[in-house]
């Protein structure tokens, strides 16, 4: 996943290289097999700013080969991308593609959810972020850093809903807001978020793009909010 924040509107080209670069040789859990088209081929979605609305674009192909991907054109001051690795490649097609959109929230999101979140997926045959995303929307009333951190805590909290979720490395864009949160549970060495502020721009990563020295992880469960360059941030306080 990659994503910014920018005081002045700038080309979106560095970053869609970036996620093609991800699809490649994006870093896996040991375990997981590598599938053709690369680390992270099973589709890819972009979302960005353009006026008063969110622009999107998805796809089920691999984002290294993929046309469609090389064609995003867009100069934005707010931008998400998403590379997808599915737990089930029955699953792969544009609609499953990350981020997603509800309720005025657009989120990506690494990892995978169990319990009724999970259920609730498999029975409307949608991925499970998409039932997390419906069910953070609707609790997320007061649209505010501290409102989502509350709302997080609530949800990330309650085992019935969540279940044992591998993680919730999570994008969140709402209006003039952007939002990046690192929460893992196993496998932190894959559920990586990195941070990189200043000079008008904050940018959150699954892995650094570059290699410059200005990169920081997050801590598990530190949710940190992107605004025109700076960035703050709280640790939120969950169970283990």
């Known amino acids: 996943m990659i994503a910014f924040a920018s005081a002045e509107a700038r080309d979106v080209a560095p970053y869609v290289a970036s996620l093609a670069r991800f699809c490649s040789s994006g870093s896996l859990v040991a375990a997981w097999e590598r599938r053709p088209g690369g680390n992270h081929p099973d589709g890819w979605g972009v979302a960005w700013r353009a006026g008063d609305e969110i622009r999107m674009v998805k796809s089920g192909n691999p984002a290294a080969s993929d046309p469609l991907l090389s064609d995003v054109r867009a100069v934005t001051d707010r931008f998400i991308g998403h590379v997808r690795f599915a737990s089930d490649p029955k699953t792969?097609?544009?609609?499953?593609?990350?981020?997603?959109?509800?309720l005025g929230v657009t989120l990506a999101h690494n990892g995978t959810f169990y319990g009724k979140v999970g259920a609730e997926a498999d029975a409307r045959?949608?991925?499970?972020?998409?039932v997390f995303l419906e069910l953070l929307a609707n609790r997320w009333v007061e649209r505010?850093?501290?409102g989502l951190s509350e709302t997080l805590r609530g949800i990330l909290s309650d085992r019935e809903l969540v279940g044992d979720y591998s993680a919730a490395n999570l994008l969140i864009a709402t209006g003039n807001e952007l939002f990046a949160f690192r929460r893992y549970q196993r496998n932190g060495e894959y559920y990586t978020l990195y941070l990189k502020s200043g000079d008008g721009l904050a940018v959150a990563a699954s892995?650094?793009?570059?290699?410059?020295?200005?990169?920081?992880?997050?801590?598990?469960g530190e949710l940190v909010e992107l605004s025109q360059g700076a960035s703050r941030s709280v640790l939120l306080t969950l169970p283990a």
């Open 92 to 102: 792969v097609c544009a609609a499953n593609s990350h981020p997603f959109q509800a």
């Open 207 to 220: 892995e650094p793009p570059d290699a410059d020295p200005g990169w920081r992880l997050l801590a598990n």
């Open 125 to 130: 045959k949608v991925s499970d972020t998409v």
């Open 144 to 146: 505010t850093p501290a």
